[in-house]
């Protein structure tokens, strides 16, 4: 069974930073693109970065570039997500996100093309 599980996230000051963690399991982790997306009230849900199953190729959000980074490690079967000089705004719950298809990559990507997503882990910037 796929299994994704988010950890690392947690209370910071504005411009503060947390790196946060995603632990998968029940798939061929290596062979998958995979994707940060984040709850937005009003908007239902935001996709942050994704980042292609050898980890050569990174795309983010306008709001995150320059401040996140996503990155793997393929032989640990982990996702992460750097996060720097986090805002207020970026309060919210954070998932990964597997893709159904392996291999698939877009740098502008569809929220339909997840087929798995963990449980999320809270991030708070607040002062």
């Known amino acids: 069974e796929v299994q994704l599980v988010e950890s690392g996230g947690g209370l910071v000051q504005p411009g503060g930073s947390l790196r946060l963690s995603c632990a998968a399991s029940?798939?061929?982790?290596?062979?998958?693109?995979m994707s940060w997306v984040r709850q937005a009230p009003g908007k239902g849900l935001e996709w942050v970065s994704i980042?292609?199953?050898?980890?050569?190729?990174?795309t983010y959000a306008d709001s995150v570039k320059g401040r996140f980074t996503i990155s793997r490690d393929n032989a640990k079967n982990t996702l992460y997500l750097q996060m720097n000089s986090l805002k207020p705004e970026d309060t919210t719950v954070y998932c990964c996100?597997?893709?159904?298809?392996?291999?698939?990559?877009?740098?502008?990507?569809?929220?339909?093309?997840?087929?798995?997503w963990g449980q999320g882990t809270q991030v708070t910037v607040s002062s």
């Open positions: 029940g798939f061929t982790f290596s062979r998958y693109a």
């Open positions: 996100a597997k893709y159904r298809s392996p291999d698939y990559y877009s740098s502008r990507p569809s929220n339909d093309m997840y087929d798995y």
């Open positions: 980042i292609n199953s050898g980890g050569t190729s990174t």
